[in-house]
């Protein structure tokens, strides 16, 4: 059943853009390690079993990355939360009552409706 009742801006998931970035930015830490185990598998001397690590690194990390990239947002499935049930209102209170407690916060709800008559053209 589907509601015609306004998303949580809480149960969003996240932006395009912001999950674009969230994933070029892993992409780019992995490779730039991998980029460091070529240079320490080049570098550093005397060669023995950990330059076989950094070859590994260099070789199989590229890989891992764009598997890391490719993981997007659409594997978490995020159900909308109507934001009527955060703030719902309290109940009103007696008259003497809501005079006892002044400090008692205000809600206001405002619903929107589609104008029934044409707009007036006051300027000509």
């Known amino acids: 059943m589907k ?3 306004a998303q949580s801006a809480t149960s969003l998931p996240k932006a395009p853009r912001e999950d674009a970035d969230t994933r070029f930015t892993k992409y780019m830490v992995m490779m730039g390690i991998r980029i460091a185990c070529f240079i320490a598998m080049a570098v ?34 995020t159900t909308a939360i109507s934001p009527e049930r955060a703030i719902e209102a309290p109940r ?11 400090d008692a ?20």
């Open 44 to 77: 550093v001397t005397p060669y023995g079993w950990y330059t076989f690590v950094f070859a590994a690194g260099a070789i199989f990390l590229p890989y891992l990355a764009v598997i890391v990239a490719n993981v997007g947002q659409d594997a978490a499935d």
């Open 3 to 5: 509601t015609n009742r």
């Open 105 to 124: 916060p205000l809600v206001i709800r405002i619903a929107e409706t589609p104008r029934l008559d044409a707009p007036r053209d006051d300027r000509s």
């Open 92 to 102: 009103p209170a007696p008259a003497a009552a809501a005079a006892a407690a002044p």
